[in-house]
């Protein structure tokens, strides 16, 4: 695990629970700063409850989480603007505005949020749609584009803001295997570069390639974890090993 100076995130005991129905139940774990984590499991596992929980858009009901040193959930206007700031996620659905370009849809945050001088908004979008693969498609609305480059526009929209950390949740569940192949080459330079990811994902061959520690979550409990060759390599649990052996 991640000595105390380079966590990132710390995730406690975490309880989360729609009504009746308990979908965490005392997760944790910690993430390193520059560490690629996936989490992965079956439908309703609760992956994507966390995801959210992190991103402050779910109130959780026990624990604590931490990100870059704030404690979400945190009352406060400024402690959510805080973890917007540091935090950048991406959804199944892509969230483009319909209306506006790719270039706009990526500087409308920095110049209404940020503040930032047009020329200098425009500057920033240039930078990260390069980093996607999609200079060319600056002046392009997202109708005209694939699911693949409407995804990859999303991925820098987020990157745009200069967040600390980055949550993908089933970025590529949407998508045929060849779009899909163009967002996750996206996420591994990403990797490469050292930002600090988590990602949600079915796709057992990126996270075998990308990841540095992975998570199985089981009936809304971390029930493995652990470097990502050695858990492959040797599953503990029978959950876990049948999970792993639905997905080959």
Known sequence: MPVEGDTVIRIKDVVKEFGPLRVLDGVGFDVARGQTVAIVGRSGSGKSTLL???????????????????????????????????????????????????????TLALTLVKKQPKEEARKVAAEVLGLVGLTDKRLSYPEQL???????????????????????????????????????????????????????????????RVADLVVFMYHGKVWEIGPTAELFADPKTAEFRQFVGSEL
């Open 146 to 208: 694939s699911g693949g480059q409407q995804q990859r526009v999303a991925i820098a929209r987020s990157l745009a803001l200069k967040p600390q950390v980055m949550l993908f949740d089933e970025v590529t569940s949407a998508l045929d295997p060849e779009l899909t192949a163009e967002v996750l080459a996206v996420m591994e330079d990403l990797a490469r570069r050292g930002m600090t990811m988590i990602t949600v994902t079915h796709e057992m061959g990126f996270a075998r």
């Open 52 to 106: 959210r929980c992190i991103a402050g858009l779910e109130t959780i009901q026990g624990g604590t989480i931490e990100v870059c040193g704030h404690a979400v959930g945190r009352p406060g206007s400024e402690a959510r603007a805080q973890l917007r700031r540091d935090v950048g996620m991406v959804f199944q659905s892509y969230n483009l505005f319909p209306h506006l370009t790719v270039e706009r849809n990526i």
